[in-house]
């Protein structure tokens, strides 16, 4: 099993390494795509390039006039199966952890729970490849908050470490009737203001954790990115429709706001209440690695630099 995970990963490194020389072909034959249907002259760099091009554009269905990218061979097997989640947390949690990790194994489906133990991150990594696990989450804390996530797909990566802020679970929330009981079903997720390239990566991260839900299902799991601002969020219910009141603070960091609520229609079709049914918390993306959480030496495909001129000035994940 170890020599054919190592083989597995060589041949992907392989075909990524690929992906920069398939797009400068790909970028070429575009070129001269648009100056044969406008009616232009060849561009000069490309005209002893051009025979080639022009025999290979011939040959090309749509298959495969777009070249693949790792992010095609890291979720291939996406469409073909749910995905199957293994929770666990650090060593020695405290009880709010535990109570968190239990909170989100009903919010993410399919998702089992296991005690850390003594066990270390790549003993834990090889059993879930043994028994076909399609992603790892750990939890982190900091004196009984928890403070940071790690979400690493199998069996090849990527790998998105997040921090966590403002947790609110729902054993924080004393009146349990207002919240009621947390539905199993599978969600319909919203995932808005992930317009950039690192931000489609990031929802492309966390869409792969839920399978695809029935149409009528009332679970809704929104991902909001409020790019470049902390937000203050207030829910507005009201008998005919709803509203979000989003406010910012000076401080300008990038945020993931979860949300987790149902929906009722209690005055017909037209009228849509919405519930919030916890938990809360945020997530601020810090790296994302080309690998499973277990390799050391993979390759960072994007970290934070909060301590550049510019990192205020940048939206990272939307606009």
């Given at each position: 099993?170890?020599?054919?995970?190592?083989?597995?990963?060589?041949?992907?490194?392989?075909?990524?390494?690929?992906?920069?020389?398939?797009?400068?072909?790909?970028?070429?034959?575009?070129?001269?795509?648009?100056?044969?249907?406008?009616?232009?002259?060849?561009?000069?760099?490309?005209?002893?390039?051009?025979?080639?091009?022009?025999?290979?554009?011939?040959?090309?269905?749509?298959?495969?006039?777009?070249?693949?990218?790792?992010?095609?061979?890291?979720?291939?097997?996406?469409?073909?199966?749910?995905?199957?989640?293994?929770?666990?947390?650090?060593?020695?949690?405290?009880?709010?952890?535990?109570?968190?990790?239990?909170?989100?194994?009903?919010?993410?489906?399919?998702?089992?729970?296991?005690?850390?133990?003594?066990?270390?991150?790549?003993?834990?990594?090889?059993?879930?490849?043994?028994?076909?696990?399609?992603?790892?989450?750990?939890?982190?804390?900091?004196?009984?908050?928890?403070?940071?996530?790690?979400?690493?797909?199998?069996?090849?990566?990527?790998?998105?470490?997040?921090?966590?802020?403002?947790?609110?679970?729902?054993?924080?929330?004393?009146?349990?009737k207002a919240i009621g009981t947390m539905p199993e079903a599978y969600p319909h997720l919203?995932?808005?203001?992930?317009?950039?390239?690192?931000?489609?990566?990031?929802?492309?991260?966390?869409?792969?954790?839920?399978?695809?839900?029935?149409?009528?299902?009332?679970?809704?799991?929104?991902?909001?990115?409020?790019?470049?601002?902390?937000?203050?969020?207030?829910?507005?219910?009201?008998?005919?429709?709803?509203?979000?009141?989003?406010?910012?603070?000076?401080?300008?960091?990038?945020?993931?706001?979860?949300?987790?609520?149902?929906?009722?229609?209690?005055?017909?079709?037209?009228?849509?209440?919405?519930?919030?049914?916890?938990?809360?918390?945020?997530?601020?993306?810090?790296?994302?690695?080309?690998?499973?959480?277990?390799?050391?030496?993979?390759?960072?495909?994007?970290?934070?630099?909060?301590?550049?001129?510019?990192?205020?000035?940048?939206?990272?994940?939307?606009?």
């Open positions: 099993m170890l020599r054919r995970n190592v083989r597995l990963r060589r041949e992907y490194i392989y075909r990524k390494s690929l992906e920069g020389k398939e797009r400068l072909l790909y970028e070429k034959k575009r070129k001269i795509k648009e100056a044969l249907e406008e009616g232009k002259p060849i561009p000069t760099e490309l005209r002893n390039e051009e025979a080639e091009l022009r025999r290979e554009i011939d040959l090309e269905d749509e298959n495969t006039a777009i070249p693949k990218t790792n992010i095609d061979d890291e979720y291939a097997s996406a469409s073909e199966k749910d995905p199957k989640i293994l929770l666990t947390t650090s060593r020695n949690p405290s009880a709010p952890l535990t109570q968190f990790v239990k909170e989100l194994k009903i919010v993410f489906p399919n998702a089992q729970r296991m005690n850390r133990g003594g066990q270390v991150i790549s003993e834990i990594i090889e059993t879930c490849r043994a028994h076909d696990f399609t992603d790892v989450v750990l939890v982190h804390e900091h004196r009984g908050v928890p403070d940071g996530i790690i979400i690493s797909h199998l069996p090849f990566g990527p790998t998105a470490y997040f921090g966590l802020l403002n947790v609110v679970t729902r054993h924080d929330i004393k009146d349990k919203i995932l808005n203001n992930f317009s950039t390239k690192l931000g489609q990566r990031t929802a492309n991260i966390l869409k792969h954790l839920f399978p695809v839900p029935k149409p009528d299902t009332k679970r809704i799991i929104t991902f909001a990115n409020q790019s470049d601002y902390i937000s203050f969020r207030i829910l507005i219910v009201h008998d005919a429709y709803h509203s979000v009141e989003l406010l910012g603070d000076s401080r300008m960091k990038v945020k993931i706001i979860e949300w987790h609520h149902i929906y009722e229609k209690r005055g017909g079709p037209k009228s849509i209440e919405l519930k919030e049914i916890g938990p809360r918390f945020e997530l601020r993306l810090y790296q994302v690695k080309l690998g499973t959480m277990d390799q050391s030496e993979a390759q960072t495909e994007w970290v934070i630099r909060p301590y550049m001129n510019t990192s205020k000035k940048q939206k990272i994940l939307g606009d």
